[in-house]
């Protein structure tokens, strides 16, 4: 297997930019299992009580890792969206996508029918709504952080976190997605805060 020796992006990436679905997918896939190890790790070391967050995709990242680990945790979701096929399709973000590009690829390969690419991709990063997972074993400790004026993640996408799980907290901050991780971070943390005191309760 090749060392890659801390390279985090791949050769022909350039500045954030992701080229490829499957870039996108691999990204989430290692950032999730990232998150599970260093959880673990922590845990092996005696050390607590626990907590993860994220802002934006970090938020549902964070959710997913959450739930899919079999430990108590803090966990804080900041203006997180419940399904990547939301966001990137029906929010801001699809303005950046190439769909065009994605339709040719599609009718090259000729095994997909009618679908259109925003519809498979869809398909595709529905697998990432937190519907698709099980709580977390704490969902009382959770608070979900969400922007009122956020144009990239709608607020009825954070509600999603409080119908699903039992007892957790949504917060409704001023402001819109970049405002909120420029101006609203101290919230963030008085959440996180707040968050590993609900779970030593």
């Known amino acids: 297997m090749q060392n890659l020796g801390g390279i985090r992006k791949p050769s022909y990436q350039n500045g954030t930019e992701i080229r490829t679905v499957t870039d996108l997918m691999l990204l989430g896939i290692l950032s999730i299992e990232e998150g599970r190890s260093l959880l673990r790790w922590l845990h092996s070391l005696n050390l607590g009580p626990l907590g993860i967050t994220g802002i934006s995709r970090g938020g ?59 519809q498979m991709l869809f398909e595709i990063l529905e697998k990432t709504n937190i519907t698709n997972f099980p709580p977390p074993m704490r969902p009382d400790a959770a608070i979900c952080i969400s922007a009122k004026k956020d144009g990239l993640v709608s607020p009825w996408s954070t509600e999603v976190f409080r119908q699903y799980w039992p007892g957790s907290e949504i917060r409704m901050i001023n402001g819109g997605h970049v405002s909120a991780i420029a101006l609203r971070l101290g919230q963030l943390r008085q959440a996180v805060r707040d968050s590993l005191v609900k779970l030593s309760i």
């Open 60 to 118: 549902l990242i964070a959710a997913i890792v959450a739930a899919i680990t079999p430990l108590p945790l803090a966990v804080v979701p900041f203006i997180p969206t419940h399904s990547g096929g939301v966001t990137f399709t029906e929010g801001l973000i699809q303005l950046s996508c190439e769909w065009e590009e994605l339709n040719k690829q599609l009718e090259r390969n000729n095994k997909h029918g009618e679908r259109c690419s925003k």
